[in-house]
């Protein structure tokens, strides 16, 4: 079977790393209960780790390993062709040489963490929806709508999330609900007020 060469914005490996992982992670919030054991809440993934080892040999080791270097130097996501992962934006974040350097031969590892931008594409549709939104009506009685609207939290839930599914912002969530002293930290079964 051919790989397709890895590739990371215009730097193409001549050949592939020797090995490489994909780390997947989750992270989970751990909350102690008065009087009783603990509780765990799914707060969602974190980014994906990409890893590896490989070399470079031949006459120009070094020269390639210093045109990889610029790469990393560069700064900002990228795209990252794996041969075997799936196409991603990604940061590089580590590059490293495994051992002393010689002008034919050079070992090296590397880490790459996958760039998830759909926060900042939500964030910023939030933002232009708030700045459209009209003010509250005024009720019959000439003041402001007082109607309150409550949400109850099942597993899984974050603030943000619920926020987000009910049109308004994490900021005002926590406003609504000044008895929430730690946004990360909601429990199932608990009321949020979300209007």
């Known amino acids: 079977m051919v790989l397709t060469p890895m590739q990371y914005k215009r730097f193409v490996w001549p050949h592939n790393p020797r090995s490489y992982t994909i780390r997947y992670e989750r992270q989970v ?18 980014r994906r780790v990409m890893s590896g080892e490989g070399e470079f040999f031949g ?6 390993f210093k045109e990889l270097a610029s790469t990393f130097y560069e700064g900002g996501p990228g795209v990252l062709i794996h041969p075997v992962w799936q196409t991603a934006k990604a940061y590089f974040v580590q590059l490293a040489l495994a051992q002393e350097p010689r002008r034919d031969y050079v ?3 590397f880490t790459f963490w996958e760039d998830y931008d759909k926060y900042s594409q939500v964030l910023g549709e939030q933002a232009k929806a708030q700045t459209a939104q009209k003010p509250p009506a005024a009720s019959p009685g000439g003041g402001k709508e007082t109607e309150e609207v409550w949400y109850v939290v099942v597993r899984g839930d974050t603030l943000w999330g619920i926020a987000q599914r009910h049109g308004t912002t994490l900021g005002r969530l926590l406003e609504l609900n000044p008895s929430i002293k730690n946004p990360n930290v909601v429990s199932v079964g608990q009321k949020v007020r979300v209007r």
Request: no cysteine.
């Open 29 to 46: 919030a751990v909350h102690k209960i008065p009087f009783g054991r603990y509780a765990m809440q799914d707060v969602g993934l974190t």
């Open 107 to 109: 070992r090296y590892t």
């Open 59 to 64: 006459p120009k080791a070094y020269d390639t």
